[in-house]
């Protein structure tokens, strides 16, 4: 996946997962990454950690450091899927 093509698709990705701006949809992916995390936390989703990363994410959008991350990782898997053929 090119960089572009990972920053486009990261907020169509994350609400089909589940993680909206209106919260974390019952039901998604995303309630069954929550309730992992919650029993893992002794009842609480730990902030700072991937479900509330991703959440947040989907909620505000990707902030320009994110979109970079996001864009990196995506050219780096371009790269390596470039070794495959």
């Given amino acids: ?3 572009v093509g990972a920053v486009v698709a990261a ?3 994350l609400g089909a997962a589940g993680f909206t701006s209106a919260g974390i949809a ?3 992916v995303a309630a ?7 029993v893992a936390n002794g009842g609480g989703v730990a902030a700072g950690g ?3 990363t991703l959440q947040s994410a989907g909620a505000a959008g ?7 991350v996001v864009g990196g990782a995506g050219a780096a898997v371009g790269w390596l899927a470039s070794f495959i053929s």
Avoid: E, I, N
Avoid at 32 to 38: E, G
Avoid at 62 to 68: H, M, Q
């Fill in 26 to 28: 019952a039901g998604s």
């Fill in 11 to 13: 907020p169509f990705v």
């Fill in 62 to 68: 990707l902030s320009g450091a994110a979109s970079a």
């Fill in 50 to 52: 991937v479900v509330a």
């Fill in 1 to 3: 996946m090119d960089p």
């Fill in 32 to 38: 069954k990454m929550m309730s992992v995390a919650a």
